[in-house]
């Protein structure tokens, strides 16, 4: 999994998916939520060569439709998951905080142990402390 400006792109195999914080893509197959105009209502996944992919709108967050994406592999089990937050996970909190979003970064949380590698859609590198911050400082700008 690496990023490749605002995409971060998996490839394992020959096979190749490109996630975008919104909208993911395996060859002529796109995957976005119904509020995008995507039939995906909760999860979908997929393998990408060994390699397995889940993607799930876990809520709305700061745009809305956001995708979270988790990579795994099982062939090796010491590979720590991957996981890409996208837009939940922005460089900066805008001033209006929907009050869905705190709560889909919580379920995000979910995914996340202190061995995951995270990923925004910038490319950034995220710890689960990180992540925690940030579910707290949303929720600050929403109860004060």
Not at 25 to 48: N, Q
Not at 75 to 86: C, I, K, S
Not at 128 to 142: F, P, S, T, Y
């Amino acid at each position: 999994m690496r990023s490749e400006g605002p995409v971060i792109v998996v490839e394992d195999g020959g096979d190749r998916l490109e996630y975008e914080p919104r909208r993911v893509t395996v060859g002529d197959h796109v995957v976005e939520h119904e509020s995008r105009g995507g039939t995906l209502v909760s999860a979908w996944a997929t393998t990408v060569g060994t390699l397995f992919v889940e993607v799930a709108h876990l809520g709305d967050g700061p745009v809305g439709g956001e995708l979270v994406m988790t990579v795994t592999a099982p062939h090796d089990p010491t590979a720590p998951p991957r996981v890409a937050l996208g837009d939940l996970a922005p460089a900066v909190v805008p001033e209006h905080v929907p009050p869905s979003w705190p709560v889909a970064l919580d379920l995000a949380l979910g995914l996340v142990t202190d061995e995951t590698v995270l990923l925004t859609a910038d490319g950034r590198p995220l710890t689960r402390a990180d992540v925690e911050d940030l579910h707290q400082r949303l929720l600050g700008k929403i109860h004060g």
